[in-house]
């Protein structure tokens, strides 16, 4: 029976015989949305599709304000750079779009990119009101989206955002352009003596559970007749001592980890520790730190990319390839 009424309504379910129309197309779209209230947003994407009523469904508010975590004003604040009462212009749908999307927060500072050799210290900091949209663009200010499950957010952070130990003198430190790089560009550590990378970030992330890792790769990779080949040179050091990674938070949550660092050619995140987020309402100082300080030895051929912050679960092994969002 259930067989024979679907083979004849329509697309729209109006039905093939003379009698009154059946189908999806004849759901009330309240009730259509009080089902979609429970899938997921790719979910509720593809039911969209089906007919007219789904569709109307899909874009309603009440649907869409369940899968945005509670202080998105705050989010799409940010991700705007204006103020948090542009977002009632918006549908809710349209706000968890924006905010899946990558956002630059912070200043918003971002680098014109040119041919590379180039002097670095030539470049000129433009503002990215003017140029968000110029793909020639090299980003270096921090930058999140949201993570589309869990409406908690992924966060990253350059290396050029870092504190760097020596990363002035061009003896120890340079940084490189790199495809492989969401910012375009990473710093490359020729040799050092004392090695140490700081960095903090304060945000007022949504309630969950967060990991912070740091992205590292031994070794410069470079293309060499259309094929990636990463060069051993300057590789020294990380076998000796392990490095030290620290995570401290401003409502006192402290995690710490250390690890020696191998697989020269792979990028990998070295996980330092987990934090909650208690609040979405106000913010959480996040501290953290790379350290391997004993100058007993010299150390070299590491490229510093970058610093993420994610739920707990996102990445995955310390081995997982970068996650394309």
């Known amino acids: 029976m259930g067989a024979g009424m679907s083979s004849?309504?329509?697309p729209e379910g109006v039905s093939g015989g003379g009698g009154s129309p059946t189908g999806l197309g004849t759901l009330p779209e309240g009730c259509v949305a009080e089902i979609m209230l429970r899938l997921e947003p790719a979910e509720i994407c593809r039911l969209a599709r089906l007919c007219r009523t789904f569709c109307g469904a899909a874009s309603a508010d009440l649907v869409w304000e369940t899968k945005l975590p509670r202080n998105y004003r705050y989010l799409l604040g940010k991700a705007s750079g204006e103020d948090k009462s542009e977002?009632?212009?918006l549908s809710k749908k349209e706000i968890f779009a924006l905010l899946c999307r990558r956002n630059a927060?912070?200043?918003a500072n971002m680098v014109r990119a040119y041919r590379f050799p180039f002097?670095?210290?030539r470049l000129a900091l433009i503002s990215s009101s003017n140029c968000c949209s110029d793909k020639n663009i090299m980003r270096i200010s921090p930058e999140f989206c949201l993570e589309k499950k869990r409406g908690l957010i992924c966060m990253w952070i350059s290396s050029k955002a870092l504190s760097i130990t020596g990363i002035g003198d061009r003896r120890y430190w340079n940084f490189?352009?790199?495809?492989?790089?969401?910012?375009?560009t990473v710093a490359y550590l020729h040799q050092i003596w004392w090695l140490e990378v700081r960095g903090e970030v304060e945000f007022c992330f949504p309630e969950g559970t967060y990991s912070l890792y740091f992205r590292l790769h031994l070794g410069r990779a470079t293309k060499r007749l259309g094929r990636r080949v990463c060069s051993p040179e300057h590789i020294h050091g990380w076998d000796v001592k392990p490095v030290r990674f620290t995570l401290s938070t401003s409502d006192g949550q402290l995690a710490q980890s250390k690890c020696y660092l191998d697989?020269?050619?792979?990028w990998i995140h070295y996980h330092v520790g987990d934090f909650v987020s208690r609040s979405s309402d106000a913010p959480t100082g996040v501290k953290f730190s790379m350290t391997q300080i004993d100058c007993t030895h010299t150390k070299g051929g590491l490229c510093v990319d970058s610093v993420l912050i994610c739920p707990q679960g996102f990445v995955g092994p310390p081995t997982a390839s970068y996650p394309l969002l």
């Open 8 to 10: 004849d309504a329509g």
């Open 119 to 121: 002097p670095f210290h």
């Open 87 to 89: 977002g009632r212009r």
């Open 263 to 266: 697989e020269p050619g792979s």
């Open 176 to 184: 490189i352009p790199t495809a492989e790089s969401r910012f375009q």
């Open 105 to 107: 927060f912070g200043g």
